[in-house]
């Protein structure tokens, strides 16, 4: 808000004041914001911690913020219900594709979409047990954040 003001030329004392009157009445809330939007993002579009910690970033929210805003939304949301949701989505949508290879692309679109690869890792062998051979070489390097 501060940086699109400046840009538009107003007088950085009456921008200070205008952020610290709205910060005020709650109308300018990045807390707020954080958790509502990680929380859609999780719930509604299906989308990874990964993707909205760096939407979030990108709107200039502190990385501190973001984070608390992720932890609470993911107290209400549910990351592997989403992930869930989306995989299966994709499997239906590819049902063409031979297994193996479906498997391998589903860990990249999901990836993509901004889930941890140790959950993505976890529920593609949960979800699709007999294929889990192809998941092989693609274990997650990292630990979930």
Known sequence: MRRAL??????EAEVEAAIARLRRERVLDDAGLASR??????????????????ALREKGVASTVVEAGLAEALRDVSESAALDSQA?????LHEREEPRRRL??????????G???????ARLR??????QDALEGLEPEEPSE
């Open 6 to 11: 400046l840009r538009a030329g107003h007088d």
């Open 37 to 54: 939007f990680a929380r859609s993002r999780i719930a509604h579009q299906g989308l990874g911690r990964r993707r909205i910690r760096e």
């Open 88 to 92: 299966r989505k994709y499997w239906r």
């Open 126 to 131: 949960a979800l699709w047990p007999r294929h």
């Open 104 to 113: 391998r692309r589903l860990w990249a679109f999901l990836l993509r979409r």
């Open 115 to 121: 889930f941890p690869a140790d959950l993505v890792h």
